[in-house]
C-alpha cells in the first residue's frame, strides 16, 4: 500500500496489538494506516463492525498461515460522530472530524432541505460546518443559487449579536474546475488547514473535483485502494480520507453523493435546538414542550420575518428574526420525523 511518508512502522503495542487511523472500507474490509503511513488490510473481530473511517483503531497481524488480513480488534473512543440516513437504515460513516463542507452547486439546482438536514447533523454531533456554492461561470443561475443562501449567510452563532455579524456557516464561491482564482478557493484552502474536513453533497456538484484539485494524486490513490479491497470500484462509494501534505496535519475525507438526507436518529422534540436561527428564539416560548408549529405564544413564530433576508447585512435588531423559507424548513422536516419521538 501506499506510504504517505516514508518512516518506520509504528512499534506494536505491550500485548501485541498495533494502532491506526481507519482510512475507507468496502464491506467488511478496512485499510488502517500506521502512525508511519504504512497501510494495512483489516477485517473487524467478530460479525458485526462499528468501525467509520476517522476511527482510531487497535488491530493486530495475522498469524502464519492465517492470510494477510489483520483483525481491527478495539476502537478508540470518538470525539465526535457522523451520521447519515439512507432508505433503508441509520449509518455512521465518519467520525474524529474538525469540520463539514456541504458542497453545492448551482447546478443541478441544490434543494435546501437537504442542505438544511446536513446542517442539522453537523448541528447534532457538534460538528462545524460551511457551505462551498461551486459552478460560479453559470452567471444567472449561480447569481439565483447565492441569493437562495442569503438567510444561511445571516445566522449567527448563538450568543452573538447582528451589531457583530461573524456567521456561523461561511459560505463561499467557487469555480472548482479553474485554476485562475477569482473566487473563495484560497479562503477554502486556509479554512481547510490543520483540520479533518468532511466533504458532502449531491453527486454532480464537484466533489471528485475539489479532491483532485487539492490531492492531485488522488485518482492513483483511489485506484490502489480498490486494488487492496478487491472493490472493483473507482468511484467514491465510500467515504476515504484523504490527506492534504507530506507532514499529514490536515485531511479531507471524500464521501458518496447523496440524493436524500434522512435525519431518523434525531429526536422530533429537539429539532429546534439543531437550527441555530430558531434555537436562539425557541428558549423564550411559553410551553417547555412548544413544538413551534401551533401553541399560542410561541416566540419562534413571532420571530418569523415577514419576508426573505436581502444581501444587505444581518437585520439590525439585537436578535435576528427568522428567515419564512428556514421556518417552512422546520415544519417540513419536524413532521418528517417519525411521531414516536415526539
Known amino acids: 500500500m501506499r506510504r504517505t511518508r516514508p518512516t518506520p512502522p509504528a512499534a506494536p503495542l505491550p500485548d501485541g496489538l498495533h494502532e491506526g487511523l481507519i482510512v475507507t472500507s468496502h464491506g467488511r474490509h478496512y485499510i488502517v494506516e500506521s502512525a508511519g503511513g504504512q497501510r494495512h488490510l483489516c477485517h473487524p473481530r467478530g460479525k458485526k463492525s462499528q468501525a467509520v473511517v476517522g476511527d482510531q483503531v487497535r ?50 439546482v441544490f434543494s435546501e432541505r437537504q442542505l438544511a438536514k446536513a446542517l442539522i447533523a453537523a448541528e447534532a454531533a457538534g460538528i462545524p460546518a460551511l457551505i462551498g456554492l461551486n459552478k460560479q461561470d453559470l452567471g444567472p443561475a449561480y447569481a439565483s443559487a447565492w441569493r437562495r443562501l442569503a438567510a444561511y449567510r445571516q445566522i449567527l452563532p448563538a450568543g452573538n449579536s447582528a451589531h457583530s455579524p461573524a456567521p456561523l456557516y461561511p459560505v463561499l464561491r467557487l469555480q472548482l474546475d479553474a ?28 466533489k471528485s473535483t475539489l479532491i483532485n484539485r487539492l490531492i492531485p494524486d488522488a485518482q492513483a490513490q483511489t485506484a490502489e485502494i480498490s486494488r487492496a479491497l478487491n472493490s472493483g470500484r ?62 399560542p405564544h410561541c416566540v419562534v413564530r413571532a420571530a418569523v420575518l415577514p419576508e426573505e433576508p436581502t444581501e444587505a447585512a444581518p437585520n439590525a435588531a439585537e436578535v435576528p428574526g427568522i428567515a419564512p423559507s428556514r421556518y417552512a424548513l422546520y415544519k417540513h422536516i419536524f413532521e418528517e420525523l417519525p411521531q414516536g419521538r415526539a
Not at 256 to 272: C, K, N, S, T, V
Open 59 to 108: 488491530w493486530q497481524a495475522p498469524r502464519p498461515g492465517q492470510g494477510d488480513e489483520g483483525s481491527i480488534e478495539h476502537i478508540a473512543p470518538r470525539r465526535n460522530l457522523f451520521y447519515r440516513q439512507d432508505e433503508m437504515r441509520t449509518k455512521a460513516f465518519a467520525a474524529n472530524i474538525d469540520q463539514i463542507l456541504i458542497l453545492i452547486a448551482a447546478e443541478p
Open 179 to 206: 485554476a485562475h482564482g477569482g473566487d473563495d478557493f484560497p479562503q477554502l484552502q486556509a479554512l481547510l488547514q490543520g483540520r479533518a474536513t468532511l466533504v458532502l453533497g449531491p453527486s454532480g456538484v464537484g
Open 234 to 295: 473507482h468511484t467514491t462509494t465510500t467515504t476515504t480520507w484523504y490527506w492534504l501534505e507530506f507532514a499529514r496535519g490536515s485531511a479531507v475525507l471524500d464521501s458518496p453523493g447523496f440524493q436524500e438526507f434522512g435525519l431518523h436518529h434525531i429526536d422530533r422534540q429537539a429539532l429546534a435546538r439543531w437550527m441555530p436561527d430558531i434555537a436562539r428564539h425557541a428558549t423564550g416560548c411559553r410551553f417547555h414542550n412548544c413544538t413551534h408549529i401551533h401553541e
